[in-house]
């Protein structure tokens, strides 16, 4: 069974920086797309980024966030980050992963992810 961990959320000012981390248990990452969505207060959930598997040579982010966050593997921690700077007071949100057994080598692959984390919080502060 796929179980994801997030971390690294918290609390940081307009223009600050936070790593998150999303962690597997009982698989091994590089055969899973990974995304990254969040849900702010009273808004739909909405995709953030994804890598595709193995190496991770595809990489997506929705508009807003070009720029400013990156996606990666650590394949020795079995994890996938994202790098988020100059964060901004509309990046606030819950931040989840999830993940599919999937190459995830077009956007398509990010829609109905069936495995989630339970979310970390970013709250930035104006």
């Known amino acids: 069974q796929v179980q994801l961990v997030e971390s690294g959320g918290g609390l940081v000012q307009t223009g600050g920086s936070l790593r998150l981390s999303c962690a597997a248990s009982g698989v091994t990452l590089t055969s899973y797309a990974v995304g990254w969505f969040r849900q702010a207060p009273g808004k739909e959930r909405e995709f953030v980024s994804g890598v595709s598997w193995g190496s991770g040579s595809n990489t997506f982010y929705t508009d807003s966030v070009k720029g400013r966050f990156t996606i990666s593997r650590d394949n020795a921690k079995n994890t996938v980050d994202l790098q988020m700077n100059s964060l901004k007071p509309e990046d606030t949100a819950v931040y989840y992963c999830?993940?599919?057994?999937?190459?995830?080598?077009?956007?398509?692959?990010?829609?109905?992810?069936?495995?989630w984390g339970k979310g970390t919080l970013v709250t930035v502060s104006a």
């Open positions: 999830a993940a599919a057994r999937t190459p995830g080598k077009d956007y398509s692959a990010y829609v109905g992810m069936p495995y």
